[in-house]
C-alpha cells in the first residue's frame, strides 16, 4: 500500500522535535573538572575516615589556591565541599556527573502541614528568644590533657561543670570562663552537663556564668545512646528523664525554675550517627529521630515531675553537616535533613516507632514554642549560608544556629569575616540566632585535625591542680595539673594559627596576653589559688609532675612534623621527611630530588607510581572560573606544597598509606556537559533551556485548541463513534467503526468495511493508516492495536506509540 503524505499533525511534530533537537544540541550547562595523581598516597591503604576527612580537608586548600568558596567545589558525586579520592587507575571522567550537589526538596503536603500546625498552636508558636540572638557562644571541653587519650590513664571525666574543675573556670584558678567572656562571647555551650553520673555539684559554675553575663548551654551525654541498657531500641524517655531530675539535684535548679544561666538544653550531638550503630536495625533515619523524640518527652516528664517551669530554656540537636535524607524521604543535604525530621516526625511520631508518653497537643505545643535547630559544621559560613540558610524559609519561624563552627584550616581574617557576617545576619533575622565558636581549648586527647579547632593551646607551666573528679565513664577519681594557656598554635599554619584575635575582633573583644594564666605571665600569676595539691587515690602528684602523659608536652611534641620545605619539580610538589625523626624542625634532613628514597632510619620506602591516589573535582561553569586558570593554580608549585602539607598533617607521619616522597602530577582540567561525561557539549532533553520549553508549552498549547475546536465543530456533522481495533486471521491490522447500537457505519470509512493493513508493511504506513482511520472513528490510542497484535515485527513498530503520536485530521 502507498505511504500517505504526512498530515499536518505529523508535519506540526516534526517541527517540534526540530526545536527540541536544536536545543538539546546547543552547548549544555556543565562543569569544569580538574584531576591530579598524588604519587606515593596508596589508595588501597587510606581507611574509610581518612578519605572522608581528606575529601572534606582538602577542600580548602583548593578554595585559597581559586579565591572561590566551598560551595562551588563538588566531588564526582555532586556533593558540596568536598573533593573525590579514587585509585589512581579510576577514570575520572567515567563518573556520571550530577546535575545537582543536594537535592533540598520538601512536597507541597509537607509544606502544608507545618504551616497549618503553626497556625494550629497560636500563641504557642515560637518566637525568636532576645536572650539568645545574637548568639556569641563557644564550646568548652577544655580536658586537662596534654596527649592522646590522656596517655595510659584515659580520659578523665567530661563534666566540666562539677566543682572539682573549678580550678580552671574559677575566678582564683585559670579562670576559664573570664576569659571566653573577654573575646566577646555571651554563652559557653558544654557536652557533658547532664546524664555523665557525676558526684559533684555544678552550680558553682552556673552562678559564674551568670555574674559574668554569660548564657549556658549544657549538654547531655550522647554516649549514654551507645550504652547497653540506657536506650533500648533507641527509646531514651528514661535515661533523659533520670538525667534530667539529677542535673536538678546539682545545680541545674533554682527554686521552682532552671538556673537563669541555662537558656538551651542541647539533648544530643550529632545523633544521625546513630543508623550506623549495629543496633540500629533495620538501618535507617528512624532510629536517630526516636532518639530525640523520647529524649525530648524524658526532659518534659523531668520538669512536670520535679515541678520546674520550662521559662525561656529552649531545646535543641546539634545535627553533622554529612549530607543524609530525611525520615520522610523529603529532604536531602547537610543538616537540613534533620530540621525535616523534627518538624514531621513531631506531628506524626509514629513515622519514627515512637509514641509520647507526654499528652500530644502538650508534645508538640512544647516543640513549637521550645526548639531550635541545630547543626555543626567545619566548612566556612559562605557555603553554610548558601546550603542552609537561603532555603531555611519551609523550617521558619523555629530559630535555627550554628553549635559548632570550626573554621578548620581558615585562615584568620575569613574566620574574622564570618563571624561578623554571622553577627549581621543574627542581628537582623528574625530566624537566625547566631552561632557558637568551636573551640576554647585544643582538643589534645582526640589528636588529629581535631586539634585545628582551639583558640587556646596548653603551656608547659602548670598554675594548680583541680580537685579529684571522676563520674560514671571516668570512675577513678583522680587530680589533673592545670596548665597555662597559649596563642601560639604553632602546628597551624601561620595565617590560620591568629584564631583568638579573629574571634576577638569580630566580637569586639580582646586577648588579654597580660592575664595570669597566660604562660610567662610569672609576675601577674600571685593571685592564682588551687584548693588542692594533695595525692590522688590513683596517682601521685609526683608521677604528675616526673612527665608522664599528664605532665607538659615538650616543644617538638606540639608541633607538627611537617617539613618547612616542599621540594617542588615543574608543577609536581613533593615532600621527602624522615619518618622516625623526632628532632626541631631546623634539624630535619633536606632532599634535593623529587625521586629521592626517604633518609635512613625511615620505615618507608619510595613506592612506585600505582601506590598512588587521584584527586578530581568539579565547578559548575558559572563560578567564573576558566581552565586556563584552573590549571594554573591548581598546577602551580604552591598549590602542590601545600596540598601535600595538607595531607601529612591530616594522616600523621606514621600513616600506612604515606609509602614514600608524596607528590602532585598529571594534574589537568577539561570541560565536562551535563549531558555527557567525556568533555562533549551534547545536551539531552532534561538539559533543554527553558525558554524552549516555554516556546514548546505555547506552540502545544495552540495546536491542541485547534484541536478542541475541530472536534467540536465536526461533532455538529457526524455522530462520534469509536474505534475498535480487530485482530484478524490473517494476521493483519484492521479498523472498524463500533457506535455501539449495531447500525453499521463503515461505509464512512475510505473503504468499504474498514481499513485493513498488513502486518509487513513499514511502521511509518501503519501510523498513517490509523490516523485516517481516526477521521471517522472516536480517538484512540494506538497502542490499544498494537497490544492485539501477536506478530513480532508489527508489534515492535506500534508498542509505545501513545495518543500524541496519532494524527488526527479533519
Avoid at 152 to 159: A, E, I, R
Avoid at 203 to 215: I, S
Avoid at 655 to 678: I, R, T
Avoid at 743 to 769: F, H, Q, S, Y
Wanted: aromatic content about 8%; hydrophobic content about 40%.
Amino acid at each position: 500500500m502507498p505511504a500517505a503524505a504526512p498530515s499536518r499533525r505529523v508535519r506540526s511534530l516534526s517541527f517540534w522535535g526540530l526545536v527540541v533537537a536544536f536545543a538539546t544540541s546547543a552547548p549544555a550547562q556543565g562543569f569544569l573538572q580538574w584531576s591530579g595523581d598524588l604519587q606515593n598516597l596508596s589508595f588501597a591503604d587510606l581507611d574509610a575516615d581518612e578519605v572522608q576527612q581528606l575529601s572534606a580537608d582538602l577542600v580548602a586548600d583548593i578554595v585559597r589556591a581559586l579565591g572561590i568558596n566551598a560551595s562551588d567545589v563538588l566531588d564526582l558525586d555532586g556533593r558540596l565541599g568536598r573533593v573525590s579520592l579514587l585509585s589512581p587507575s579510576a577514570d575520572v571522567f567515567a563518573h556520571d556527573i550530577a546535575r545537582a550537589a543536594a537535592t533540598t526538596t520538601t512536597t507541597t503536603t509537607t509544606a502544608s502541614t507545618t504551616t497549618s500546625t503553626l497556625a494550629m498552636l497560636g500563641d504557642s508558636a515560637v518566637e525568636t528568644s532576645a536572650v539568645l540572638s545574637p548568639l556569641r557562644g563557644m564550646t568548652y571541653s577544655a580536658l586537662p590533657c596534654t596527649s592522646r587519650e590522656c596517655g595510659d590513664h584515659g580520659l578523665p571525666s567530661q563534666n566540666l561543670e562539677q566543682d572539682g574543675y573549678a580550678a580552671q573556670w574559677k575566678e582564683t584558678g585559670r579562670d576559664d570562663l573570664g576569659l571566653i567572656a573577654g573575646l566577646g562571647a555571651n554563652a559557653v555551650r558544654l557536652y557533658h552537663s547532664l546524664g555523665s553520673g557525676s558526684i559533684h555539684h555544678q552550680g558553682a559554675f552556673l552562678d559564674r556564668a551568670t555574674a559574668l553575663g554569660l548564657k549556658v548551654m549544657p549538654g547531655f551525654n550522647t554516649d549514654l545512646a551507645f550504652q547497653s541498657g540506657n536506650c533500648p531500641g533507641f527509646d531514651c524517655f528514661d535515661t533523659w528523664r533520670t538525667a534530667t531530675l539529677e542535673g536538678f539535684k546539682h545545680g541545674f535548679r533554682r527554686g521552682d525554675d532552671w538556673h537563669p544561666a541555662v537558656v538551651l538544653l542541647v539533648l544530643f550531638n550529632e545523633p544521625d550517627h546513630f543508623e550506623n550503630l549495629p543496633s540500629c536495625m533495620p538501618k535507617g533515619a528512624w532510629c536517630r529521630v526516636k532518639a530525640v523524640l523520647s529524649a525530648l518527652d524524658g526532659v518534659l516528664a523531668a520538669e512536670r515531675e520535679a515541678g520546674v517551669a520550662p521559662g525561656r530554656v529552649k531545646l535543641a540537636v546539634t545535627w553533622s553537616f554529612a549530607i543524609r535524607t530525611s525520615l520522610d524521604g523529603e529532604v536531602e543535604g547537610p543538616a537540613i535533613f534533620g530540621f525535616q525530621d523534627m518538624q514531621v516526625a513531631i506531628m506524626e511520631p509514629h513515622l519514627a516507632g515512637y509514641t509520647p508518653r507526654t499528652e500530644i497537643r502538650a508534645f508538640q505545643d512544647a516543640f513549637y514554642s521550645r526548639w531550635a535547630h541545630g547543626l555543626n559544621t567545619q566548612a566556612p559560613w559562605s557555603f553554610v549560608r548558601d546550603v542552609v540558610a537561603r532555603d531555611y524559609g519551609r523550617f521558619s519561624p523555629l530559630p535555627w544556629f550554628l553549635g559548632e563552627y570550626g573554621a578548620n584550616s581558615l585562615e584568620a581574617s575569613v574566620i574574622q569575616q564570618d563571624l561578623e557576617s554571622m553577627q549581621s545576619l543574627a542581628s537582623q533575622a528574625k530566624d537566625f540566632l547566631g552561632v557558637v565558636f568551636h573551640e576554647y581549648q585544643t582538643a589534645y586527647e582526640k589528636g588529629g585535625t581535631e586539634r585545628n579547632f582551639g583558640v587556646f593551646g596548653l603551656g608547659e607551666e602548670v598554675l594548680g591542680y583541680t580537685e579529684e573528679v571522676c563520674d560514671t565513664e571516668a570512675p577513678s577519681c583522680t587530680t589533673w595539673p592545670v596548665r597555662c594557656l597559649s596563642t601560639d598554635l604553632s602546628w597551624l599554619q601561620l595565617a590560620q594559627a591568629d584564631r583568638a584575635p579573629a574571634v576577638a575582633t569580630a566580637w569586639q573583644g580582646s586577648v588579654n596576653a597580660d592575664h595570669p594564666s597566660m604562660c610567662g605571665n610569672f609576675a601577674a600569676r600571685a593571685t592564682f589559688t588551687t584548693s588542692s595539691t594533695k595525692t590522688t587515690t590513683t596517682m601521685s602528684n609526683d608521677r604528675a609532675d616526673a612527665g608522664d602523659d599528664r605532665s607538659a608536652l615538650n616543644a617538638s611534641e606540639l608541633k607538627t612534623s611537617l617539613p618547612q620545605d616542599a621540594l617542588l619539580n615543574g608543577t609536581t610538589a613533593t615532600l621527602a621527611f624522615d619518618m622516625n625523626d623526632t628532632e626541631d624542625d631546623n634539624s630535619r634532613s633536606e632532599s634535593t630530588s623529587t625521586t629521592s628514597a626517604p633518609p635512613q632510619g625511615s620505615r618507608m620506602l619510595l613506592a612506585s607510581s600505582s601506590s598512588g591516589t587521584r584527586l578530581a573535582c568539579k565547578f559548575r561553569d558559572g563560578d567564573g572560573l576558566s581552565q586556563t586558570d584552573i590549571a594554573r593554580k591548581l598546577g602551580s608549585e604552591e598549590f602542590g606544597a601545600q596540598l601535600v602539607e595538607h595531607i601529612i598533617f591530616v594522616l600523621g607521619n606514621s600513616s600506612p598509606a604515606v609509602q614514600g616522597s608524596l607528590g602532585l602530577n598529571n594534574a589537568k582540567v577539561v570541560e565536562v556537559s551535563l549531558g555527557g561525561g567525556d568533555g562533549s557539549r551534547g545536551g539531552s532533553v532534561e538539559d533543554v533551556p527553558w525558554w524552549v520549553w516555554l516556546i514548546i508549552g505555547i506552540g502545544l498549547a495552540l495546536l491542541f485548541s485547534g484541536k478542541f475546536i475541530a472536534k467540536c465543530l465536526a461533532r455538529t456533522f457526524r455522530k462520534r463513534r469509536k474505534q475498535q481495533p480487530v485482530y484478524d486471521d490473517d494476521h493483519d491490522y484492521h479498523w472498524e467503526c463500533d457506535d455501539n447500537g449495531g447500525e453499521d457505519l463503515d461505509k464512512n470509512m475510505p473503504a468499504e468495511g474498514g481499513i485493513t493493513t498488513n502486518n509487513d508493511e513499514p511502521a511509518e504506513v501503519i501510523i498513517e493508516i490509523a490516523a485516517q482511520a481516526e477521521v471517522y472513528c472516536d480517538f484512540r490510542q494506538i497502542v490499544d492495536v498494537a497490544g492485539e497484535s501477536h506478530d513480532g515485527v508489527a508489534k515492535s513498530a506500534l508498542a509505545g506509540i501513545q495518543v500524541d503520536d496519532i494524527v488526527f485530521e479533519i
